[in-house]
């Protein structure tokens, strides 16, 4: 079958994978974009995989953004049209894709490349059973009644100990003012879907003061610096909201019984 001069046949998998992978991390590098598709699709072309990326970002589906990072590669995020795309394929999360169109300046773009960190770490792990983006939990949080009490930067659910265990994710790289800490306190005490929370930070300074604001929460949450995390995923040592204890990630899960 031929095609209009133009335009691109997005019937392969590998195109679609790309295309909602782009969306739910909000913004990408060229390289955690390629180990992506590798887990996902078995994709070990790199050379046609950067041919799907042009195609992507020639035809517009795909933006590439012009940010000062250390990783000194493109950078990736959805276009309009490649939201529109995925809307019309029934993606909920491109629903709410033009609450990523506001952000993308750098540190939102660097708060997404840490993200997508996190999520690779546990892809390499074997032990991610599902990964719910902050643009799915929005969809939720907006468009239905069974969300979530935060639109948080994640809800993780991984399989250890012979059992699965969901916990919410949220990631500081700078520090909010301790109004909004109270805030986020409320919702988590609030949430009754989940039950677990990890907090990740780039230092230990920056631990010690989001921690104190969750001192005696009702909620189980833990702190862990994210290069400990980057290196060893669930077996990363955190703290408790005290900074007085420190155990594997995965211990929290038994205790809580997430």
């Not at 041919?51 to 012009?66: E, F, K, P, S």
């Not at 719910?132 to 239905?144: F, H, V």
């Not at 009644?145 to 990631?171: M, P, R």
């Not at 077996?235 to 205790?255: N, Y």
Request: charged share 25%; proline share 2%; glycine share 8%.
């Amino acid at each position: 079958m031929g095609y209009i001069k133009g335009s691109i046949d997005l019937s392969s998998s590998q195109d679609a994978i790309l295309l909602e992978q782009v969306l739910r991390s909000r913004h990408a590098s060229h390289g955690q974009l390629w180990e992506f598709l590798q887990m996902k699709t078995r994709e070990h072309r790199r050379r046609i995989f950067n041919w799907r990326m042009l195609r992507l970002v020639r035809h517009g589906l795909i933006t590439r953004l012009d940010i000062k990072h250390d990783r000194r590669e493109w950078i990736y995020a959805i276009s309009h049209a490649g939201a529109t795309y995925l809307a019309g394929k029934g993606d909920g999360a491109a629903l709410v894709a033009s609450k990523a169109f506001k952000h993308l300046d750098d540190p939102a773009v660097l708060h997404s490349l840490d993200i997508n960190d996190v999520h690779l770490t546990l892809l390499r792990s074997g032990e991610l059973v599902r990964w719910r983006s902050e643009l799915e939990i929005l969809c939720l949080n907006e468009l239905t009644g069974f969300g979530y009490a935060k639109d948080y930067d994640a809800v993780v659910t991984i399989h250890s100990g012979g059992e699965d265990s969901t916990f919410a994710l949220e990631y500081e790289r700078h520090p909010k003012a301790a109004i909004r800490y109270g805030q986020i306190r409320q919702a988590l005490e609030k949430e009754r879907q989940i039950g677990c929370f990890l907090y990740l930070v780039p230092s230990y300074e920056l631990l010690s003061y989001v921690a104190g604001f969750f001192d005696r929460c009702s909620k189980n949450v833990c702190f862990g610096v994210l290069d400990e995390f980057r290196q060893h995923g669930l077996d990363a040592k955190v703290l408790d909201s005290r900074r007085t204890v420190s155990f594997p990630l995965r211990a929290a899960f038994r205790a809580n019984g997430a």
